[in-house]
């Protein structure tokens, strides 16, 4: 992943541009990856407030560990991957670009 400069300001929306257009399209002809994806979302359902800032400081701190790591996306599905689609699902699910502002 690149992080470009600037992605921190939203990086729901940097996530959505990133990964999550592809991965959410890709659950469409994946049951396995969708029931993968919805066990992420699910403890993220349980853990924080699903609005646009805590989902977008939570995407921020898991980001910042994945860097630390060293982590990249292959394009196949491993945990990060499937917790940051999960992310992804979830943004859209609950329309949190919507209006336009930075999330």
Request: net charge negative; aromatic share 8%.
């Amino acid at each position: 992943m690149v992080f470009e400069e600037g992605w921190a300001a939203s990086p729901l929306r940097w996530l959505m541009h990133t990964l999550g257009d592809a991965q959410l399209a890709r659950m469409s002809g994946e049951p396995g990856l969708v029931a993968a994806v919805d066990q992420h979302a699910a403890v993220l359902r349980d853990a924080i407030p699903l609005d646009r800032e805590t989902l977008g400081d939570y995407l921020l701190g898991f980001l910042d560990e994945l860097r630390h790591r060293g982590w990249s996306f292959t394009g196949e599905p491993d945990a990060a991957s499937l917790r940051l689609t999960a992310v992804c699902w979830l943004t859209r699910e609950l329309d949190l670009l919507a209006d336009g502002h930075p999330a």
